[in-house]
C-alpha cells in the first residue's frame, strides 16, 4: 500500500492551525484545488467531533468523505467514501504537534488504487505527493501572513 507522508513547520499555534486547517467550509480558500466543499452532518461528543463533507475539485469529481477530529489531542483522521474510485482505499492522518513556539503539521495519506488503474499507481502517488506538498506550503504561507485570522471552527 503506498504511503505518502509530509511534515512542514508553521509558525503558529497548534490550536489555531488544528481549527482553521478542518474548518472543511474553507477549504476552497485554503487549497487551491478545491471548487466546493460542504459539510453535510457533523456529530460533537465530548472532545470528538465527526463530520461527513463533500467536496469538488477544479476538474469538476465529487466525492463524499469521513473526517473525525481529537480535539484534545489535535489529531485528525479522514477516509475517502463515495464514490471511492479511483481508489480501493484512501485514509488520511493529520498531527499538530507544538514545536519551537509554532505547530509541526504531520499529514499521513495511506490509499490503494482501484485494480483497473494499477499500471496509473506511480504516476498517481508522484501527483499526489507533490499536491501534498504544495497544499501544506500553502497552509504555511496562508496562516504565517495571517491572512486567515478572525475565523476557525473545527
Known sequence: MPRIE???H???????????TNDIDRWTE????YAASEVLSREDAGRFSKLTFRLRN???????SWRILDHRDLVSISE???PLYPFQFMHLKWLYQPESGGTLMSWTLDFE????????QRTMLAHMDEHGRQNQLRLKDLLESGRLAGRGAA
Open 80 to 82: 475517502r467514501e463515495d
Open 6 to 8: 509530509h511534515v512542514v
Open 10 to 20: 508553521i509558525a503558529s499555534p497548534p490550536r489555531l492551525v488544528f481549527d482553521v
Open 113 to 120: 488504487v482501484h485494480p483497473e488503474l494499477a499500471d496509473r
Open 30 to 33: 485554503l487549497f487551491d484545488s
Open 58 to 64: 477544479t476538474e469538476g469529481q465529487e466525492w463524499r
